[in-house]
């Protein structure tokens, strides 16, 4: 993968990590306990996918583009 495409890949998914926050914030307000945990859950597992599936393969190839900033090697 090219480093520009790398770049729109980084940069997109810190705009889907934005919009997983604000719907997590919103579930929390979700009454129905049962609800809430399986709403959470999911968020929780998309997140995990997107980390392990998108932003880990660009990190490896691009150590400066890792999400947290740290340019962390994997």
Do not use: C, F, W
């Amino acid at each position: 993968m090219k480093r520009e495409l790398a770049n729109r890949i980084a940069g997109a998914m810190k705009q889907v990590e934005r919009s997983l926050g604000a719907l997590d914030e919103a579930i929390r307000d979700v009454e129905n306990e049962a609800e809430r945990k399986q709403m959470l859950r999911t968020v929780i597992e998309a997140v995990h996918n997107l980390h392990q599936h998108i932003s880990v393969p660009v990190a490896r190839r691009y150590p400066d583009l890792h999400p947290d900033g740290h340019g962390r090697t994997y």
